[in-house]
């Protein structure tokens, strides 16, 4: 009883510190490399070989965006670990093939970014193959637009 009393007040504890002043720390724009590792896929969808991914946290929820690939959301995480995936498969560049898409990793507090990237595909609600890349990067120095002269 002890034991189960002890588990379920550090599991509240971890509850309520989910959302931290880190988790704000990850927001904004990335600057990544796509490194392809796998696929079993006859043809597999290609990412540029740099591309920015934007990260959000919205009401409590981790946001992740990358162009050509459904939004992915998770929780913020205390300690810098990023986790998230898309709700719903969803229309893919190829046609017939969607795709659910979730990556992991840790964004450290220097904004350097390291995760992997996972998406599996499916034809007509089948699956059909999976691909998964390593991303790497730094956060995007934030350029501050000139304000407009009178």
């Given amino acids: 009883m002890r034991t189960f009393l002890v588990t379920g007040a ?61 939004i992915m959301v998770g929780k913020p995480a205390k300690t810098g670990k990023v986790s998230a ?5 969803a229309h893919t560049p190829v046609e017939g093939m969607d795709g659910t898409f979730s990556v992991a990793g840790r964004i450290t507090s ?8 996972v998406g599996e595909y499916q034809t007509a609600g089948k699956p ?3 691909q998964s890349w390593n991303l790497s990067g730094l956060r995007a120095r934030d350029a ?4 407009p002269k009178k």
């Fill in 10 to 70: 550090v599991l509240g504890f971890v509850a309520l510190g989910t959302r931290s002043a880190h988790a704000d720390d990850i927001s904004g724009t990335y600057d990544v490399k796509f490194d392809a590792v796998s696929t079993n896929c006859e043809h597999p969808l290609a990412y540029p070989a740099h591309s920015l991914l934007k990260i959000e946290v919205k009401g409590g929820d981790l946001h992740i965006d990358i162009e050509r690939t459904p």
């Fill in 85 to 89: 995936a898309s709700p719903k498969p």
């Fill in 110 to 117: 220097e904004g350097m970014l390291s995760l992997v990237m």
């Fill in 128 to 130: 059909l193959c999976s």
């Fill in 144 to 147: 501050k637009p000139d304000k």
